[in-house]
């Protein structure tokens, strides 16, 4: 089986943190989740901690020695390294980070993030060899996704997070779910679709076995270790 066959066969669950918790708040979640975490060679976990936990939080991770979880920066610069006040640029994320989310709606509505810098964005990431969670609407999924055809990156991974389902926690029907990954998938074909909107403990099961949809991007429910842990068993049951 090829490098695509096996990123697509594999599941994904990411845990995005948004702007929470304080250093001695992170380091007791990952505490917590590890307690509570059963490794699968079939399940890649991402937790994307606020930017300046990750150096601490990749450290109390290499000593925990988990299988299969990985940190994500929730956003990097469009920019490579240079005179670019308060930008974190890609590379400066190796060692630390594995992932990076990329083009998130509350960036697009409050930080007026184009497509194109999503794109820029994604670039950035994989020159540096760290892994873009492109997210995408169906409203932008195609200006989005379009400028990413060239890109050669195998690790792209796209995050359906439709953003009613997110606003008003609230998720979309699973028709609706499997829709979109069938018209993502059109665009970008091979590449793993995660979904994100309202995820809970309660229904990541039902959500994660949409046809089309690799894994689960989840964000209130993230912020507890027990119910994120769940959430991870119910992805491999």
Not at 116 to 136: F, L, S, T
Not at 150 to 157: A, R
């Amino acid at each position: 089986m090829g490098t695509k066959e096996q990123a697509a066969a594999r599941r994904f669950v990411v845990g995005n943190w948004k702007c929470s918790k304080n250093l001695d708040q992170a380091q007791d979640w990952l505490t917590h989740f590890a307690s509570r975490y059963r490794p699968t060679s079939q399940l890649q976990v991402v937790v994307a901690p606020p930017m300046l936990w990750l150096v601490s939080l990749a450290e109390q991770l290499r000593a925990l020695n988990l299988p299969g979880v990985s940190l994500a920066a929730q956003d990097i610069s469009p920019f490579p390294r240079g005179s670019y006040t308060g930008a974190i640029a890609a590379d400066m994320l190796k060692g630390v980070a594995d992932y990076a989310i990329i083009g998130h709606s509350e960036r697009r509505r409050y930080f007026h993030e184009t497509s194109q810098d999503a794109a820029n964005k994604v670039y950035e990431a994989a020159d540096a060899g760290i892994k873009p969670i492109i997210c995408v609407d169906t409203t932008y999924a195609l200006s989005q996704l379009a400028p990413l055809a060239d890109l050669d990156c195998e690790q792209l991974l796209i995050a359906y997070c439709p953003v009613d389902a997110m606003t008003y926690r609230e998720p979309q029907r699973r028709d609706t779910v499997a829709e979109a990954a069938r018209f993502i998938g059109d665009i970008h074909p091979s590449r793993p679709i995660i979904y994100g909107g309202s995820i809970t403990p309660e229904n990541a099961g039902e959500y994660g076995s949409i046809t089309g949809i690799s894994g689960l991007f989840v964000e209130a429910s993230s912020l507890d270790p027990s119910a994120f842990a769940e959430i991870c068993q119910a992805l491999t049951a």
